[in-house]
T-cell receptor, first 114, second 117 residues
Framework: AQTVTQSQPEMSVQEAETVTLSCTYD???????LFWYKQPPSRQMILVIR??????QNATENRFSVNFQKAAKSFSLKISDSQLGDAAMYFC???????????FGKGTRLHILP | GAGVSQSPSNKVTEKGKDVELRCDPI?????LYWYRQSLGQGLEFLIY????????KSGLPSDRFSAERTGGSVSTLTIQRTQQEDSAVYLC???????????????FGPGTRLTVL
């Protein structure tokens, strides 16, 4: 069975600094998708970034980028120039190609220090 | 347009009572998902609807849980004879369905926080 592991329950970063959130996953599949979702205190989950496993190029969305290491089954999220609005729970997630279910990690709570 | 809405936002009930949670997906979205988020846990998949196909109920934790989707739009998650371990935030999401970034991105509602006393 596929699993997603986020080993950092909580992290803190100074405003304007860079922070990296870790995620590893376990799968025997070769075609899949990986996601990072953000859940602010409002509880509404927001998709931050998406990566297709067949793409070698790391996805980037403005200040958010990923380091996708397929062989190592690692998918970390880097947030540059951290802002107070980035404070939230961040969930790493996996979806096998052909399957509609998303498997989520347990999340990392990110604190931004002013 | 409007996003995914859920009601109620909070629900407190007594053990043994039945509850109904409602989800209004984004108009035109054919796929609808229910997840459960317990304290300190990630999201746990419960059930998935896609168009007129039979729902994927593989994530429902027990036969006390059921869901329906009427007219391919609004969905109701029902929990019968609630237990204290059912206390959680129940999240609904919808998508266009498909496999492109535009069509399979799930949009989440704000959730319903259920507390079973």
């Amino acid at each position: 069975a596929q699993t997603v592991t986020q080993s950092q329950p909580e992290m803190s970063v100074q405003e304007a600094e860079t922070v990296t959130l870790s995620c590893t996953y376990d799968t025997s599949e070769s075609d899949y998708y990986l996601f990072w979702y953000k859940q602010p205190p409002s509880r509404q989950m927001i998709l931050v970034i998406r990566q297709e496993a067949y793409k070698q190029q790391n996805a980037t969305e403005n200040r958010f980028s990923v380091n996708f290491q397929k062989a190592a089954k690692s998918f970390s999220l880097k947030i540059s120039d951290s802002q107070l609005g980035d404070a939230a729970m961040y969930f790493c997630a996996y979806r096998r190609y052909g399957d509609d279910k998303i498997i989520f990690g347990k999340g990392t709570r990110l604190h931004i220090l002013p | 347009g409007a996003g995914v809405s859920q009601s109620p936002s909070n629900k407190v009930t007594e053990k043994g009572k039945d509850v109904e949670l409602r989800c209004d997906p984004i108009s035109g979205h054919t796929a609808l998902y229910w997840y459960r988020q317990s304290l300190g846990q990630g999201l746990e998949f419960l059930i998935y609807f896609q168009g007129n196909s039979a729902p994927d109920k593989s994530g429902l934790p027990s036969d006390r849980f059921s869901a329906e989707r009427t007219g391919g739009s609004v969905s109701t998650l029902t929990i019968q004879r609630t237990q204290q371990e059912d206390s959680a935030v129940y999240l609904c999401a919808s998508s266009l369905g498909g496999w492109t970034p535009e069509s399979d991105t799930q949009y989440f509602g704000p959730g319903t926080r259920l507390t079973v006393l």
